[in-house]
Nanobody, 119 residues
Framework: QVQLVESGGGLVQAGGTLSLSCAAS????????MGWYRQAPGKQRELVALIPSSGVPNYADPVKGRFTISRDYARNTVYLQMNSLKPEDTAVYYC?????????????WGQGTQVTVSS
């Protein structure tokens, strides 16, 4: 069984900052990538940022230069620091982890946390 516990999020004015964290536990052997996705009302879920085992992060273009993803390998925790927030960043943010399960990988998701940016 895999548990993902998210924290952070909330309401902030445009230009403000928020941070998210997600701690993974349970049967997480083979843990590879950890990351964040978001889903705005009426839109599909989209990648925000991902950090693989190698530690080289990947960001979606809309958040480059504003968001920073980091990972604590010892605590199996991923963080997302969000600066210069915009109203269009408003969405439910989901933690994602990938576990190596031969022959491929399997995705697990957090429960989601709301981020609301007011103009």
């Amino acid at each position: 069984q895999v548990q993902l516990v998210e924290s952070g999020g909330g309401l902030v004015q445009a230009g403000g900052t928020l941070s998210l964290s997600c701690a993974a536990s349970g049967s997480i052997f083979g843990l590879s990538a950890m990351g964040w996705y978001r889903q705005a009302p009426g839109k599909q879920r989209e990648l925000v940022a991902l950090i693989p085992s190698s530690g080289v992060p990947n960001y979606a273009d809309p958040v480059k230069g504003r968001f920073t993803i980091s990972r604590d390998y010892a605590r199996n925790t991923v963080y997302l620091q969000m600066n210069s927030l915009k109203p269009e960043d408003t969405a439910v943010y989901y933690c994602n982890i990938q576990l190596r399960r031969s022959p491929g990988t399997r995705d697990y998701w957090g429960q989601g946390t709301q981020v609301t940016v007011s103009s």
